[in-house]
């Protein structure tokens, strides 16, 4: 499950697992604390974000990745290499990012900074 709240501290995001783990009496941990997320869309519904795939940095600059060629076996290093050096460079400098889709073909939409 991912939770997003503007101006939310960790704090508030531990509150509201604790309340889940009361309520539902059911293991209930925070994985990530993400800084910048990006939920990658199924190919299947464009409209439909695939929570399997996507890609974002934690508030300690992590970089966390799901369902891209960096986290394949089968795609080459450079491509991984380059992948991961390139979503660093974009997520860590602060720079927004839109998912644009053309077909099946995904790329990048440069924003002004935030």
Do not use: W
Request: positive net charge.
């Amino acid at each position: 499950m991912f939770l997003k709240k503007d101006g939310a501290s960790l704090e508030d995001f531990e509150y509201v697992k604790d309340a889940l783990r009361r309520e539902t009496d059911l293991p209930i941990s925070l994985e990530n604390y993400y800084k910048f997320l990006v939920l990658l869309p199924l190919e299947a519904d464009v409209k439909m974000e695939a929570s399997k795939h996507y890609f974002g940095i934690t508030q300690s600059k992590v970089l966390i990745a799901r369902g891209i060629e960096v986290r394949r076996h089968d795609a080459p290093n450079f491509i991984k290499e380059f992948q991961t050096e390139l979503l660093y460079t974009l997520l860590i400098a602060g720079i927004q990012l839109k998912c644009c889709l053309k077909g099946m073909k995904m790329r990048f939409c440069l924003l002004p900074g935030l």
